[in-house]
């Protein structure tokens, strides 16, 4: 089976106010985020990082990337260059590239940290997932790529786990719905 993950910003304190994560400590959200992980891949599922795997880690990320399941494929993202000055990500990643293009059950996809406008194959039902904007609303990514065959893989706004293509969609419309109809909450007070 193939999942989509991104922004899991181990190690990352601020994230936890930044982005509103139901965690106290690091410590709790980095134990969470493994085991969310492991609880849904095995160890012959094949598992697309897309970005920020971790950011500002006291500890190595040696010992979390040898503990998940699955064959790992990173797409890098802006806060990957700082952890990655102290692993050889070949040892842990099948690949890892700044943008992918991959094929999930006869969809195709490009894979890329940040969202995209336009890809490969956009007019011919070829699909974008990305990661980068969390569970961010603000601004004109929010508007945009609601209306758009493009999908947050941002584990703010799946469950804090990897997910499956079809999760993705439906976890974008619960996300999505649910933004819109606070917003036109607000325009009625």
């Known amino acids: 089976m ?8 181990l190690g990352h ?25 492991n609880s849904v891949v095995g160890k012959d599922d094949t598992v697309y990082v897309l970005g920020d795997f971790s950011f500002r880690s006291a500890g190595s990320v040696k010992p979390v990337l040898k503990a998940l399941n699955g064959t790992k494929h990173l797409i890098l993202g802006n ?12 040892e842990f990643f099948a690949s890892v590239s700044p943008l992918l293009e991959i094929d999930d059950g006869g969809t195709r996809i490009t894979l890329c ?3 995209m ?9 070829a ?13 004109v990514s929010f508007a945009v790529l609601g209306n758009m065959s493009a999908y947050n893989a941002g584990v703010d706004v799946n469950d804090f786990k990897p ?24 325009q009625h007070e």
């Open 2 to 9: 193939i999942f989509y993950t991104a922004d899991l910003h």
């Open 13 to 37: 304190k601020n994230i936890l106010r930044l982005c509103g994560r139901p965690f106290s400590s690091i410590e709790e959200m980095d134990a969470a985020l493994i085991g969310n992980w």
């Open 79 to 90: 806060h990957d260059k700082s952890w990655m000055k102290n692993v050889r990500a070949e």
């Open 113 to 115: 940290h940040y969202p």
């Open 117 to 125: 406008l336009s890809w490969n194959k956009v007019m011919h039902g």
């Open 127 to 139: 699909i974008h997932i990305h990661g980068h904007i969390h569970n961010n609303t603000a601004g």
């Open 163 to 186: 997910v499956t293509l079809e999760q993705l969609k439906a976890n974008k419309e619960k996300f999505y719905a649910k933004e819109v109809s606070l917003r036109k909450g607000d």
